[in-house]
């Protein structure tokens, strides 16, 4: 069944090339053209007889193009009655224009005018990154088209979520967005999120970024013309043209540029950085303790505990199960984790029983807060509870009432007292595989039923709320879903909902709406403190709200491997730092080196879960003595880093860059590095190389120009190749790499600020066991000098959980000169005898000087100045 699934996807893929000759289409002419310094605004009218592919051409389009700011161009093709779809702003909003001058700005907007085309120029170099003159745009009710011209094998990034290479391959490739639940994260096919940008590398000529703003199920090829020109293709069911040109130059400069149209990530409370522990299929709750009990006697650091669906009485949200999970014992296990400083997650999905009965959904259908069907009964499906409605997050009610659910199920008082929540199978998944198990699934009739029945809107109204009369079940384009249709598996498509959009045009923001609905529900019931919150579907811009994890992945090697991929695509493109996959793999049994290895690799990245499916095997790390050594010498490490970490994450939702990027940001001349999806950089100074094959203990990987040094050892990795001129960087082998450890380089040129949170870290202390711990834990400043013998790094600090620190934060930058350490900056959180108290410099490979080290005391509440 699957074989016969990847034949038709690869069929499919063959056909588009040679589905509808472009040439037959007419394109459309430009007139009415009116321009300022920092905008231009035409009319588009088709240029001929109508091709009507797959659907009726729009004949009357507008075109808007905007300088917004110095390295953002805004163009927009709309319908000129503005009645396509396009996301509402109050989904995703748009960033205000600063009406830039188009003399000034960094990216040139050109067209010719019949057939019309344009072409996007970076006006420092002339280079062309974006042409749409190979073919005419298509602009139909149901189908667009848009084709540009890129140089041969373009270095593209992104478009995600996906769990293929990191550089994405440049010929018969397509990439399909379309939510969807993805058991085994298969390769070629669309997965939990939709992320319509691209970041383009042209090595010295600089980097750019292209954002679709568009939540259109749709194909994107990457592709050759039978002519052999390099090109990438939208082809969309809806939607509009709504692009946005990022300039760069830097990748660095991209993602900020990124982050200004979709919004800064959620910054993260400081314990959600602890490790994880998680298992759907965990039979009650004394089994639960037991591996909280089984963790601490193992030493190894368990930071929260989640509890999967298996807390709740038959699978209903805000429930637990009588006999298994006790409300009472279950309140009490929460009072006793948090009295060790411990935390604890719970799911939630958005599939609410239909039942009666059922306290949710009794007060949900009074509200109205449910999606109805075509005759205004409840829509129905099949989720984990059986007979479900899924709530209509757009609709103002639905807000009020999942508050309201999750302030009394969560009431610290009286319920269960939950540091975050975890919200999954919300593409929506819908275990209903196609239109007719419905009718078997109803088991009660009478019960209340919706009142209304949603008129349809009347045409031509001019909101963007999609236009009518379409065919909404079954387009006759098809993208490459990897379900047969559309509605397959997930809410039909032909829904409308409460505003008069349909599902068909906003099933991809299915869940940023249910994380903005559940954000803004956890900060109703801790209104100053950073909320926690976890979901597997995303949209751009869903990092406002929620963390991710790249859902249900194999007990692999190879998921092993896509989950660096999947960390390099989510952090440095699609602005999502706080990211990570399920450590030693979801479904499937764990081997034990593999677990070992993942154990390792999952402590470097900001994430960090261990999760598996019910049915497989327990992989607690505790569970094999090879893997619970790895994970306490992997968790004593990443807590001794916590706070770089948290200072990578904290910029990241101050300022957009990224936390995790590969090495072409930072090397982005070194023609070598920009494949590379085995290793990755976590923040700008230490490189994460991790063993990569099956069972082996060496690992060979790329150091680019410049001084490393061992992140274990100290040891100084001088320049081999710094001779020949402009030449990259070496390529290292390094064997007998034991099943606890992780080849970990610091890049030359970088402070690092670590507490002394472990027991070998000559703190006269043990192993911080908890979050908490660490914070209170002193700092020592390891300083690695460059190739001129400087350095620099920076030190965010506050109290981890305020939402608003404003005037308690501290961000300290130190800066080496070579003799002198001097930290400045800002000094506004009381760190309570928290100080520096030991500061070391690496080798500078400059007369023989080796490591040196000046033990002291320097508090973290204002500048000094340590001299060597
Ligand atoms: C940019 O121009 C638009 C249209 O003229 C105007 O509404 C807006 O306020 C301007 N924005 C700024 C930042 O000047
Ligand atoms: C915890 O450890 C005990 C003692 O080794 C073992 O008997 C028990 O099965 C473990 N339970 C879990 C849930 O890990
Ligand atoms: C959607 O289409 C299906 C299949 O044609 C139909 O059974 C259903 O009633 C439609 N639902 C709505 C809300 O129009
Ligand atoms: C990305 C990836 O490698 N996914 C794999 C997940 O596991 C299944 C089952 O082993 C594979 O088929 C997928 O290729």
């Known amino acids: 069944m699957i074989m016969m699934l990847k034949l038709l996807a690869l069929l499919s893929l063959f056909s588009i090339a040679s589905a509808a000759p472009l040439a037959t289409c007419p394109g459309y002419r430009v007139t009415n053209v009116q321009s300022g310094d920092s905008y231009l605004v035409a009319d588009l009218t088709l240029a001929g007889t109508s091709c009507n592919l797959y659907s009726e051409d729009i004949t009357n389009l507008r075109l808007t193009v905007e300088y917004q700011t110095d390295t953002r161009l805004h163009v927009l093709i709309e319908d000129r009655e503005q009645n396509v779809f396009q996301i509402q702003d109050s989904i995703l909003p748009r960033p205000p224009s600063q009406n830039s001058s188009s003399q000034t700005a960094a990216l040139r907007f050109t067209y010719e005018a019949n057939p019309f085309s344009f072409k996007v120029t970076r006006a420092s170099t002339g280079d062309v990154l974006f042409d749409t003159s190979p073919s005419p745009l298509i602009f139909e009710t149901q189908y667009l088209r848009l084709r540009t011209r890129l140089p041969p094998n373009p270095n593209l990034y992104g478009l995600g979520e996906h769990s293929d290479s990191f550089r994405l391959p440049t010929s018969g490739y397509k990439r399909t967005l379309w939510n969807s639940e993805a058991p085994y994260i298969p390769q070629n096919q669309n997965l939990y999120g939709s992320h319509p940008v691209y970041f383009e590398h042209r090595g010295g000529t600089g980097t750019h970024g292209v954002f679709l703003r568009s939540a259109a199920g749709m194909d994107i090829v990457i592709g050759k013309s039978d002519a052999g020109e390099q090109y990438l293709e939208y ?62 006697d193992a030493g190894i650091p368990l930071e929260a505990l989640w509890d999967d669906i298996d ?65 205004g009964s409840w829509y129905r499906g099949l989720q984990w509870p059986g007979e479900v409605v899924w709530p209509d997050w757009i609709a103002p009610q639905t807000k009020e009432w999942w508050t309201t659910e999750i302030l009394t199920f969560y009431d610290p008082n009286n319920g269960i007292d939950v540091d975050g929540l975890w919200i999954d199978m919300n593409e929506a998944s819908n275990m209903c595989a196609d239109t007719t198990c419905l009718s078997s699934a109803q088991e009660t009739r009478s019960l209340p039923q919706s009142q209304t029945v949603i008129s349809p809107r009347a045409p031509g109204d001019g909101q963007h709320l999609g236009l009518p009369n379409r065919d909404l079940f079954t387009p006759q384009y098809q993208i490459a879903n990897h379900y047969p249709t559309l ?86 493109v699609h602005n999502y730092p706080m990211v990570g996959s399920d450590v030693c793999g979801f479904n499937g049994q764990a081997q034990e080196k593999m677990c070992a290895r993942w154990a390792i690799l999952g402590a470097w990245q900001p994430f960090y879960r261990n999760h598996a499916d019910i049915s497989a095997p327990d992989q607690e790390f505790y569970r094999w003595s090879s893997v619970a050594a790895a994970a306490r010498k992997a968790i004593a490490t990443r807590y001794r880093l916590l706070d770089y970490i948290y200072t990578g994450l904290y910029f990241a939702s101050k300022t957009g860059e990224s936390l995790v990027k590969p090495l072409w940001f930072l090397y982005p001349e070194d023609a070598a590095t920009f494949a590379i999806d085995t290793q990755f950089l976590l923040g700008d100074s230490l490189l994460v190389s991790p063993v ?38 070496q390529t290292i082998t390094v064997t007998g790499v034991d099943w606890d450890q992780i080849p970990v380089y610091i890049r030359g040129g970088s402070i690092l600020p670590l507490r002394l949170s472990d027991a070998s870290s000559d703190s006269g202390q043990e192993q911080a066991m908890t979050t908490k711990e660490v ?94």
């Open 692 to 729: 990569v094959e099956d069972d082996v203990q060496s690992v060979s990987f790329y150091l680019p120009q410049g001084v490393w040094y061992d992140f274990f050892t100290h040891s100084r990795i001088s320049d081999q190749t710094s001779a020949s001129a402009g030449a990259g960087g």
């Open 235 to 296: 082809n969309t069911i809806g939607g509009v043209v709504d692009l946005y040109f990022l300039a760069g130059p830097g990748p660095e400069e991209v993602s900020k540029q990124y982050a200004e149209v979709v919004g800064l990530p959620a910054m993260m409370p400081y314990w959600s950085l602890g490790f994880h522990q998680c298992k759907y299929g965990w039979p009650d709750l004394g089994h639960v303790k037991q591996v909280v009990k089984n963790y601490s």
């Open 311 to 375: 807390y709740m009485d038959n699978k209903l949200d805000f429930s637990t199960d009588p006999v298994r999970y006790p409300k009472d014992q279950l309140k009490g296990f929460v009072e006793e984790l948090h009295g060790k400083d411990m935390r604890y997650v719970q799911i939630l999905d958005p599939g609410i029983r239909y039942k009666s009965d059922y306290g949710p959904f009794k007060r949900g259908a009074e509200k109205n807060v449910f999606l109805k069907a075509a005759d």
């Open 775 to 868: 914070h209170q834990r002193n700092f020592e400043i390891i300083i690695a000098p460059d190739q001129n013998g400087k350095a620099k790094g920076r030190l965010y600090l506050d109290d981890g959980e305020s939402l608003d620190s404003s005037g308690r934060e501290s961000e300290i930058e130190f800066r080496w000169d070579g003799a002198r350490l001097e930290a400045r900056g800002k000094f506004g959180y009381d760190t309570k005898g928290v100080v520096v108290v030991r500061v070391v410099v690496l080798d500078d490979g400059v007369n023989g000087n080796g490591e040196r080290k000046v033990e002291g005391e320097w508090g973290l509440m204002g500048g000094f100045t340590v001299s060597f």
């Open 487 to 572: 509605s397959s598996r997930t809410l039909f498509t032909n829904i409308t909902n409460s505003d008069g959009s349909t599902q068909y045009d906003t099933h991809n923001l299915y869940a940023l709406t249910m994380s903005s609905v559940s954000r803004s529900a956890l900060l109703s019931r801790s209104p100053t403190k950073r909320p926690f919150l976890l979901t597997r579907s995303t949209f751009s811009g869903s990092s406002r709200f929620a963390a991710h994890w790249f859902g249900d992945n194999f007990s692999s090697w190879v998921d092993y491997r896509a989950s660096i991929r999947q960390l390099l695509s989510f952090s440095a």
